[in-house]
T-cell receptor
Framework: AQKVTQAQTEISVVEKEDVTLDCVYE???????LFWYKQPPSGELVFLIRRNSFDEQNEISGRYSWNFQKSTSSFNFTITASQVVDSAVYFC???????????FGTGTRLQVFP | DAGVIQSPRHEVTEMGQEVTLRCKPI?????LFWYRQTMMRGLELLIYFNNNVPIDDSGMPEDRFSAKMPNASFSTLKIQPSEPRDSAVYFC?????????????FGQGTRLTVV
């Protein structure tokens, strides 16, 4: 069965701190896709990144970086030098190759204080 | 493009009433998804369409829920009769190509309150 676990319910940091959001997934498929979405206070879900199971290269986009490790079934997300505007709920999600259904984790609420 | 457009943004209705939520996907997108977000269950997929055809409705909670996509630019999610436990934020999303391989773009959601 497929499952996504985000063990951190809420994280609070002070601006300019680095923060890592954890994501652990379960799947029996060898081909699958992992996603991160951001849900700011305004409520909409904003796509951040997608990785497929064959691409374990880490990705960096500005202050954001993602660490995908198949050996530990993890797809962690790091924000460097956090800013108040990063305050949001962040969701990790999984899709297996035989379906277009996204299975979301429960989300991690990040609060960045000035 | 204006993005995925959902209406209404907020809906308050009395138990037993019919509720219809509407969605206009991004033009050219061939996949449309309906999700529900609650505190208890998080984000869960209700149903999704490919080229206007329902592909997987296993997430629809019960027969009171129905969804249609009469054309490529419009979809509805109907609840009849509504119950207080249906209170949630309902999101519509669309994607170009297989949803597993591409990002889905979400609307701003409809916050439904059933009293």
């Amino acid at each position: 069965a497929q499952k996504v676990t985000q063990a951190q319910t809420e994280i609070s940091v002070v601006e300019k701190e680095d923060v890592t959001l954890d994501c652990v997934y379960e799947t029996r498929d060898t081909t699958y896709y992992l996603f991160w979405y951001k849900q700011p206070p305004s409520g909409e879900l904003v796509f951040l990144i997608r990785r497929n199971s064959f691409d374990e290269q880490n990705e960096i986009s500005g202050r954001y970086s993602w660490n995908f490790q198949k050996s530990t079934s993890s797809f962690n997300f790091t924000i460097t030098a956090s800013q108040v505007v990063d305050s949001a709920v962040y969701f990790c999600a999984l899709s297996e190759d035989n379906t277009d259904k996204l299975i979301f984790g429960t989300g991690t609420r990040l609060q960045v204080f000035p | 493009d204006a993005g995925v457009i959902q209406s209404p943004r907020h809906e308050v209705t009395e138990m037993g009433q019919e509720v219809t939520l509407r969605c206009k996907p991004i033009s050219g997108h061939d996949y449309l998804f309906w999700y529900r977000q609650t505190m208890m269950r998080g984000l869960e997929l209700l149903i999704y369409f490919n080229n206007n055809v329902p592909i997987d409705d296993s997430g629809m909670p019960e027969d009171r829920f129905s969804a249609k996509m009469p054309n490529a630019s419009f979809s509805t999610l109907k609840i009849q009769p509504s119950e207080p436990r249906d209170s949630a934020v309902y999101f519509c999303a669309s994607s170009l190509g297989q949803g597993r391989r591409t990002e889905a773009f979400f609307g701003q959601g409809t916050r439904l309150t059933v009293v």
